[in-house]
């Protein structure tokens, strides 16, 4: 009996794997065919033949890789799995499920963010010394208190963070800053500085940027540790609850 009621687990167990290795085969292909964003993959009676396996199976392997963000499957005539481009804001998406089940905290993701995104700024100080970009971080950093509202300020002051990040030139750590920093300014969305502090964070951006194009990597971590530390402060201040609430799964579907 123990044989006979362990069967279904196991068969289960199999097929899981085995969409899950086809995932990595479509992943590989993707990559082998040199296929971007916005190009269709095989039909789905080409892909069964190429990678020999069942309808189900293909299909679980292809809302795999849906989850993810990584295709879209178009329904109707035409249709079909897209390849998707790659957004840390997916990437943060996935992981805030896993977030939400293991309990983490707003608090802890800052912890975390106080921790890389400081790093990514000392890497983009030893690796932009007197580049072009670092000179237009400079002027992206300049230009944000000249915003007409809101919602441009969230814009520049995000760019300046994201630029920050990618001119370390390190995909994971960018990868996993961007998708924290997406995942908390979801929850705070609405909690801004008053507009008489937003020249402060303004200049201090300015002053990261600076240090950047100087190259001078420990200046630029110490003022991304102290401009990030007093924004965590101020939301703490107005809501001193929401940092110790538990991440909720930002499902987009």
């Not at 033949?49 to 178009?74: D, F, H, M, P, Q």
């Not at 030893?126 to 580049?131: A, D, N, P, T």
């Not at 208190?145 to 760019?159: F, G, K, R, V």
């Not at 920093?181 to 507009?195: C, G, N, Q, T, Y």
Request: net charge negative.
């Amino acid at each position: 009996m123990s044989t006979t009621a362990g069967a279904p687990t196991r068969r289960s167990t199999r097929k899981d794997k085995l969409a899950n290795n086809v995932a990595q085969s479509v992943l590989r292909d993707i990559k082998r065919r040199g296929l971007g964003a916005g190009d269709q993959l095989p039909k789905e009676a080409d892909m069964l033949e190429e990678y020999s396996v069942g309808r189900g199976t293909l299909r679980e392997a292809l809302r795999v890789l849906e989850t993810c963000g990584l295709i879209a499957l178009k329904p109707g005539p035409g249709g079909g799995p897209v390849v998707q481009s790659v957004h840390p804001e997916d990437f943060g998406r996935v992981a805030s499920l896993f977030f939400q089940f293991a309990e983490v905290t707003y608090r802890e993701v800052n912890e975390a963010r106080l921790i890389l995104e400081p790093m990514a700024a000392r890497l983009a100080a030893e690796r932009q010394k007197g580049s072009d970009a670092a000179r237009e971080l400079v002027d992206l950093a300049a230009a944000g208190p000249d915003a007409p509202d809101t919602e441009t300020y969230l814009h520049i002051t995000a760019d300046f963070h994201a630029s920050v990040i990618a001119m370390g030139e390190n995909t994971l750590v960018s990868l996993v800053c961007q998708s924290l920093a997406e995942i908390f300014r979801d929850r705070v969305r609405s909690v801004l500085f008053p507009k008489t502090r937003q020249h402060d964070v303004h200049a201090a951006h300015v002053d990261i940027a600076e240090a950047i194009l100087a190259g001078d990597g420990a200046r630029a971590e110490s003022l991304m540790t102290t401009h990030m530390t007093a924004y965590v402060k101020y939301v703490a201040k107005q809501h001193p609850a929401l940092l110790d609430e538990v991440v909720v799964w930002q499902n987009r579907g």
